[in-house]
């Protein structure tokens, strides 16, 4: 009976916590243009797969076509969108985007943590993957500057509009790692056509 009365009581607090953040959530809301559904990609893209390559089987055009179909995702667009607000008045975006703060594995995050000169060139994607918390985690590299990868954390919102919620240095991508797609892939990691 008392373990009854302590699992119910616990799963009492477990909502109640869970109530406060959601409403706490709901309430931060940065101000900054949306992707809305009317603009939205027809196909829901899961994670980008890039073929691999190998001696005998090189990517064909359809290949490169799906991948490069990733540019026209709303989540993507989203990136480039704040990006560009940041550039002309980073003011106007949620302090949470963009104040300075280290995260886990002592990684940058926020847009005041990286030099503007990323942002301003075009970046291409190299993994999406969606986020425990709701949205889409998005891999990113900066063309001019290819020295780190960005995570990037996208939010789709309850009207259908889409909000950029965090971006970060990914530890996980080396500079090793970077070269290798880099050598894996030359079209892909060099193509500004379709880099936004």
Not at 59 to 76: A, G, H, I, K
Not at 110 to 120: A, E, I, P, R, V
Not at 124 to 132: H, K, Q
């Given at each position: 009976?008392k373990?009854?009365?302590?699992?119910?009581?616990?799963?009492?607090?477990i909502?109640?916590?869970?109530g406060?953040?959601?409403?706490?959530l709901?309430r931060?809301?940065?101000?900054?243009p949306?992707?809305?559904?009317?603009?939205?990609?027809?196909?829901?893209v899961q994670?980008?797969?890039?073929?691999q390559?190998?001696?005998e089987?090189?990517?064909?055009?359809?290949?490169?076509?799906?991948?490069y179909?990733?540019?026209?995702n709303?989540?993507?667009?989203?990136?480039r969108?704040?990006?560009?607000?940041?550039?002309?008045?980073?003011?106007?975006?949620?302090?949470?985007l963009?104040?300075?703060?280290?995260?886990?594995?002592?990684a940058?995050?926020?847009?005041?943590?990286?030099?503007?000169?990323?942002?301003?060139?075009?970046f291409?994607?190299?993994d999406?993957?969606n986020?425990?918390?709701?949205?889409?985690?998005i891999?990113?590299?900066?063309?001019?500057?290819?020295?780190?990868?960005f995570?990037?954390?996208?939010?789709?919102?309850?009207?259908?509009e889409?909000e950029?919620?965090a971006?970060?240095?990914?530890?996980y991508?080396t500079q090793e790692?970077?070269?290798?797609?880099?050598?894996?892939?030359?079209l892909?990691?060099?193509?500004?056509?379709?880099a936004?």
């Amino acid at each position: 009976m008392k373990n009854k009365k302590i699992y119910l009581l616990t799963l009492i607090v477990i909502f109640l916590v869970l109530g406060v953040v959601f409403l706490i959530l709901s309430r931060i809301r940065p101000t900054q243009p949306k992707i809305t559904d009317s603009q939205k990609f027809q196909l829901e893209v899961q994670d980008i797969e890039i073929p691999q390559e190998t001696e005998e089987q090189k990517m064909t055009d359809e290949d490169y076509q799906n991948y490069y179909s990733v540019y026209e995702n709303p989540f993507v667009q989203q990136i480039r969108t704040t990006l560009d607000i940041y550039l002309k008045d980073p003011t106007s975006l949620s302090s949470l985007l963009v104040e300075k703060s280290v995260g886990p594995e002592n990684a940058k995050e926020g847009l005041d943590s990286f030099s503007s000169d990323y942002y301003k060139g075009k970046f291409v994607v190299i993994d999406i993957r969606n986020s425990v918390a709701g949205g889409k985690f998005i891999d990113i590299l900066f063309l001019d500057k290819p020295d780190k990868v960005f995570l990037v954390w996208v939010y789709k919102l309850e009207g259908g509009e889409y909000e950029m919620r965090a971006i970060a240095e990914n530890p996980y991508y080396t500079q090793e790692k970077i070269d290798y797609y880099y050598e894996r892939y030359p079209l892909l990691m060099q193509d500004r056509l379709h880099a936004l």
